[in-house]
């Protein structure tokens, strides 16, 4: 029997959406070095990406960074807070006009569903969030079905192990990341940076 790990804030509330906003970064500096990974990835891509999918966007760190490092991609954010999505608008300013914010919460199966095609999706510190490890093949099989052929999955989260966290139920070890890809049809798997308890994999 699986039994979801609760969360210890709601990130649909504005205060703790904030709260999160304010400290992500304090807390983990090095996050911006992932982004410029993400970066990297999208760009040396071998086909021409037009349209990037983040799952569990947040407060929009990560879309701000590509937006601004690829300027004729367009952009969908997904999250499951209304409040995240404002913090998001607010950062991004102009750039607005390249995002499409998707309220939607990844964890409910028709989460995919008229989104269409994407050369890349990405997602940052945000699979745990379906709060039991069980569900990361299902979610990756869903992206996959999104991706266009030669496209990207570019997938950071916390993991568990030296360095990472101790929940084995809610985070999975470097391992079980890559085996979650790989059961979920990506036929390659690529550990691109490793730092700080957090991980990144590119699949396709």
Same mark, same amino acid.
């Given at each position: 029997?699986?039994?979801?790990?609760?969360?210890?804030?709601?990130?649909?509330?504005?205060?703790?959406?904030?709260?999160?906003?304010?400290?992500?970064?304090?807390?983990?500096?090095?996050?911006?070095?992932?982004?410029?990974?993400?970066?990297?990835?999208?760009?040396?891509?071998?086909?021409?990406?037009?349209?990037?999918?983040?799952?569990?966007?947040?407060?929009?760190?990560?879309?701000?960074?590509?937006?601004?490092?690829?300027?004729?991609?367009?952009?969908?954010?997904?999250?499951?807070?209304?409040?995240?999505?404002?913090?998001?608008?607010?950062?991004?300013?102009?750039?607005?006009?390249?995002?499409?914010?998707?309220?939607?919460?990844f964890?409910?199966?028709?989460w995919?569903?008229?989104?269409?095609?994407?050369?890349?999706?990405?997602?940052?510190?945000?699979?745990?969030?379906?709060?039991?490890?069980?569900?990361?093949? &299902?979610?990756? $099989?869903?992206?996959?079905? *999104? /991706?266009?052929? #030669? =496209?990207?999955? !570019?997938?950071?989260?916390?993991?568990?192990?030296?360095?990472?966290?101790?929940?084995?139920?809610?985070?999975?070890?470097?391992?079980?990341?890559?085996?979650?890809?790989?059961? &979920?049809?990506? $036929?390659?798997?690529?550990? *691109? /940076?490793?730092? #700080? =308890?957090?991980? !990144?994999?590119?699949?396709s």
């Open positions: 029997m699986i039994i979801d790990v609760p969360s210890p804030i709601d990130l649909r509330l504005i205060g703790e959406a904030t709260e999160w906003e304010s400290t992500a970064l304090l807390k983990r500096p090095w996050r911006t070095e992932f982004f410029a990974e993400f970066a990297v990835a999208i760009q040396s891509s071998p086909i021409s990406v037009n349209r990037v999918l983040e799952l569990g966007s947040g407060p929009g760190f990560l879309a701000d960074y590509l937006l601004q490092a690829m300027p004729n991609v367009t952009y969908v954010a997904l999250d499951f807070s209304a409040a995240m999505h404002q913090l998001a608008s607010k950062r991004l300013g102009v750039r607005t006009s390249r995002i499409q914010f998707v309220e939607r919460s964890k409910e199966r028709s995919s569903q008229g989104l269409g095609l994407f050369e890349a999706i990405t997602t940052n510190q945000a699979v745990h969030e379906l709060r039991h490890k069980h569900y990361a093949p &299902a979610l990756h $099989s869903q992206a996959r079905e *999104l /991706l266009t052929v #030669g =496209g990207k999955y !570019l997938v950071c989260d916390h993991y568990v192990g030296e360095g990472g966290m101790t929940n084995d139920q809610l985070y999975m070890t470097i391992a079980e990341q890559r085996e979650a890809l790989m059961g &979920a049809g990506f $036929s390659k798997v690529e550990q *691109l /940076l490793l730092k #700080g =308890g957090l991980v !990144l994999h590119g699949a």
